[in-house]
């Protein structure tokens, strides 16, 4: 959760009223910037992986748009579809060349928040390679961040998150598996994209 809060807010720096592109944003951290952005105003699309996510992301986190991207062949043309303005921040949690498509439609002084490359952890294809050109010519920001970076807004996350579930106006979306033996199948599961939300072990039942 605090990966979302300080990405979206202190690396992004996500003002009210701007567009914002989440990419894996059914998983632990993307299901959270998505519903952080609605709230605080801002134009929403979620990219993810298989028809069930890009429901969840449309109906239960109230996104305004999303697409699965194993259906696009040409991502820069589907977020051009999407952003026909240009997208202010991306919370990149993926890479390769959902990142480089995300540059290309990226407008004057935006902001990316590298969050993990999760396409180039497993994957075999290249590596990212935004055209440089674009990040010049439009100063654009990329930032890579870890978590442990945003302590100090800590307490101002768990305000605005426990007041935004009290209201139910956010939900914490999770994939339980139970028992020691499924960690590594859970595990695993995180770099194929089988989870939906947080993933969690629940190791006995008390």
């Not at 993307?30 to 952080?36: N, S």
């Not at 605080?40 to 699965?68: I, T």
């Not at 990040?135 to 800590?154: E, K, N, T």
């Amino acid at each position: 959760g605090l990966t979302a809060y300080a990405g979206l807010f202190e690396v992004g720096k996500a003002k009210k009223g701007e567009k914002v592109f989440v990419s894996a944003a059914s998983g632990s951290v993307g299901h959270l910037v998505g519903q952080f952005a609605k709230l605080h105003g801002c134009y929403v699309v979620g990219s993810a992986g298989s028809k069930a996510k890009v429901e969840l992301m449309k109906e239960k986190l109230g996104f305004d748009d999303a697409f699965n991207y194993k259906e696009e062949p040409d991502l820069k043309a589907t977020l051009k579809k999407h952003f026909p303005h240009g997208i202010d921040v991306y919370f990149d949690s993926d890479g390769g060349e959902m990142l480089e498509a995300a540059v290309a439609n990226m407008n004057l002084f935006g902001r990316v928040a590298a969050c993990g490359p999760i396409s180039e952890y497993t994957g075999s294809g290249r590596k990212a390679a935004p055209d440089m050109v674009e990040v010049i010519y439009r100063r654009i920001q990329i930032q890579g961040f870890l978590c442990p970076d945003f302590l100090s807004v800590h307490s101002d996350f768990i305000s605005a998150t426990c007041d935004h579930l009290r209201s139910e106006k956010m939900v914490s979306v999770e994939d339980i598996s139970t028992g020691l033996e499924s960690i590594p199948s859970s595990f695993v599961g995180l770099f194929h994209g089988s989870n939906i939300g947080k993933t969690i072990v629940q190791i006995a039942v008390e």
